[in-house]
Every structure is written in structure tokens, then in C-alpha cells.
């Protein structure tokens, strides 16, 4: 059922180039606590995004982040360390991110 899922979401990407980072936030589990549009566990999307706008560090500030994991910007839940996603999937996580409006 999983490799189905991911499978559309891939198909997805492929005719949405928006969509294209969301198949792989889907694929490293960020959508486990984050959603676009909705607060989960952490921020949507769309909030982190409006938080950082034209911060032009926010990108490599976001990749650390999204590796090491981090606490206190959002509120007392910590977000976790992914040691599953490597430096250029997060940049290219935080990028789409930051591009969501």
C-alpha cells in the first residue's frame, strides 16, 4: 500500500513541479508532523514559510535544522533530529518550504 501511495505522489510531482518536494517531505516522514496548510505537532508549512520570508539565510538555516532538529522557535515541542535526510534533500525541503504561499 505504501509503495502505491508513494508511487501517485511521485506521478503527482511529476505533473506538478510544486508538488515535486511535498513527495519527498512524504517520503523522510515530515508529513507526519507538519502539513501545509494546518498546524500538526509542528508548524504548516505555509506559517514557516510567512515566518521566514525574505530572510535570505532561512534556507541553510532551515537544512540544519530539518538534520539536527531543533526547539523553542515554534513552542515547547522540540521538532527531532532526521539523521535520514542528507544535506541536499533537506536544502531542497527547505526551499520548496520557503517557496509555498
Same mark, same amino acid.
Given at each position: 500500500? +505504501? ?5 501517485? @505522489? /511521485? ?5 506538478? !513541479? $510544486?508538488?515535486? %518536494?511535498? =513527495?519527498?517531505?512524504?517520503? +523522510? ?5 507538519? @502539513? /501545509? ?5 509542528? !508548524? $504548516?508549512?505555509? %506559517?514557516? =514559510? ?52
Amino acid at each position: 500500500m +505504501k509503495k502505491i501511495v508513494f508511487a501517485l @505522489a /511521485l506521478s503527482a510531482a511529476a505533473a506538478f !513541479p $510544486s508538488m515535486a %518536494d511535498q =513527495a519527498l517531505a512524504q517520503a +523522510k516522514n515530515c508529513m507526519s508532523c507538519h @502539513a /501545509l496548510e494546518n498546524k500538526l505537532v509542528g !508548524p $504548516s508549512y505555509k %506559517d514557516v =514559510a510567512t515566518k521566514y520570508k525574505g530572510d535570505k539565510s532561512a534556507v541553510d538555516k532551515m537544512a540544519t535544522k530539518i538534520i539536527k532538529g531543533g526547539a523553542g522557535v515554534w513552542g515547547p515541542v522540540p521538532m527531532p533530529a532526521n539523521a535520514q535526510v542528507n544535506e541536499a534533500d533537506a536544502k531542497k525541503l527547505a526551499t520548496w518550504v520557503l517557496g509555498l504561499k
